[in-house]
């Protein structure tokens, strides 16, 4: 019996920076695997005929969804693996219920977003920026207002995969972990080392906000004017999740105080108004939404994937229909 076919759709520029040649060669070795030549990415019909004979796919950003015609051309197909995060616009709605099996590497990129995230937390409370801005102007600054992560608390909200990778990352650090999480119990945020709390809490009682909700209608502007205003003076507000999730102009009211830092790798809009105060105040870090990067973990997250299915093995990062609407 012959290899089984697994189809990548993904454009060759993308595929060379999220798909390591070692990986690459562990898929091959399973299956007859074919790759879109093209530097860009294919049309339905295009996709059509690469997957007719397929029985796994490698998806990423831009590709096609798997829609219904799709799943009537290609009979043989059992799983979709993205190689990337949210696959809420790569399933068709009625192409749920085909049988095909959908993963996602959301949880690769959650540890990229992690990482950048344990660096604002870190540059926040030694307050690098204002160093480096005193450093380049010449200026003396107070080495006193440096501090440590030892016995912090730190409020993270949601119990997403970024925030329990941020909760992990922080263990080390003698930190108090504060967790917003409706869908978590006290029992649960116990067993990841945290303790549950609300919104209101975490604002009055964290050295460090972090906020890895997804975007949702129950999350809009979930952090607003009486949580910024609740805060202690000196707090780090860190947004690596989207820009609607804190209320901005209450955020930027707090700013123009001085009393906090922020850092904001996502914005609403996104990038920011051109005359956003966010742009001006020294007390507001930037980034253009590099949190989650595009790595070569996404690859070898749906590769491992694939691999599982080859070996009869359930996978791991399975995404279903019920978990739409409590996740990004």
């Not at 799709?70 to 049988?99: F, Y």
């Amino acid at each position: 019996m012959g290899k089984p076919k697994v189809a990548i759709l993904i454009r060759k520029p993308l595929r060379e920076r999220i798909l390591d040649g070692v990986d690459l060669s562990k898929l091959e070795a399973a299956a007859d695997v074919e790759v879109n030549p093209h530097e860009r990415d294919l049309s339905e019909d295009e996709a059509i005929e690469m997957l007719r004979e397929a029985e796994g796919v490698m998806s990423s950003w831009g590709t096609v969804p798997l829609t219904r015609a799709i799943v009537e051309a290609a009979p043989s197909l059992r799983i979709w693996a993205h190689a990337a995060g949210s696959v809420k616009r790569m399933v068709a709605e009625d192409a749920w219920d085909s049988g095909v099996a959908v993963t996602s590497a959301a949880p690769a990129i959650a540890d990229d977003v992690a990482e950048i995230t344990m660096a604002f937390i870190t540059m926040g409370l030694r307050n690098i920026v204002h160093y480096m801005r005193g450093m380049a102007a010449n200026e003396p600054v107070d080495k006193d207002d440096a501090r440590s992560l030892y016995r912090k608390t730190v409020g993270v909200i949601s119990a997403s995969h970024v925030g329990r990778r941020v909760i992990e990352l922080l263990r080390p650090y003698d930190t108090r972990i504060l967790l917003y999480d409706p869908f978590v119990s006290e029992d649960q945020a116990a067993s990841l080392g945290a303790e549950l709390a609300d919104l209101d809490k975490i604002a009055r009682e964290s050295d460090v906000v972090t906020c890895h909700a997804p975007r949702l209608p129950e999350t809009r502007h979930m952090l607003g004017e009486r949580h910024f205003r609740a805060m202690r003076d000196d707090a780090v507000v860190v947004n690596t999740s989207r820009g609607d999730n804190l209320d901005e102009s209450a955020l930027i009211g707090e700013l123009e105080r001085g009393r906090l830092f922020a850092f904001l790798d996502v914005a609403s809009p996104e990038p920011p108004a051109a005359d956003s105060p966010l742009r001006r105040l020294p007390n507001a870090a930037l980034t253009p939404h590099i949190a989650g990067v595009k790595s070569f973990r996404t690859g070898a997250m749906a590769v491992e994937e694939l691999l599982r299915y080859f070996a009869g093995e359930p996978q791991v990062h399975r995404v279903t229909r019920e978990m739409l609407p409590t996740i990004a």
